[in-house]
């Protein structure tokens, strides 16, 4: 079995042009001691697959199941080829809204 920390996303290039920053998941105690607030929720990713640059940000309210959901499957439908060099701003968009409601009927038919 996988082990649920990796993902076939960590095999894909990291674009390091850019970075995701994430605020701290820490509050400070009386004695000085730092610890979690609450379990870290939150998801990003940021990909280079040749020329396209791919980057999102997923806030994981009450929970890791969307937010996992979506960073592992928005680049899956992405990177492999859906998106090309030439493509225009519309087609970039078209494309997103593809990926969504792919995402969305997926997510609604695991629900039942």
């Known amino acids: 079995m996988q082990d ?6 960590d095999d894909l290039p990291v674009c390091h042009l850019s970075g995701v920053g994430l605020s701290t998941n820490q509050i400070y105690r009386e004695d000085g001691n730092r610890r979690e ?15 396209c640059f791919l980057y999102g940000v997923f806030d994981g309210h009450n929970g890791t199941r969307v937010a996992d959901f979506a960073a592992q499957r928005i680049p899956a439908e992405l990177l492999l080829g859906q ?18 409601e792919t995402l ?9």
């Open 37 to 51: 607030a609450h379990a870290f929720e939150d998801r990003n990713f940021h990909f280079r697959h040749d020329s």
């Open 4 to 9: 649920p920390a990796l993902s076939w996303t």
């Open 83 to 100: 998106l090309q060099p030439n493509f225009s701003d519309t087609e970039v968009q078209e494309a997103l809204k593809q990926v969504w």
């Open 104 to 112: 969305l009927f997926s997510s609604a038919a695991s629900n039942h």
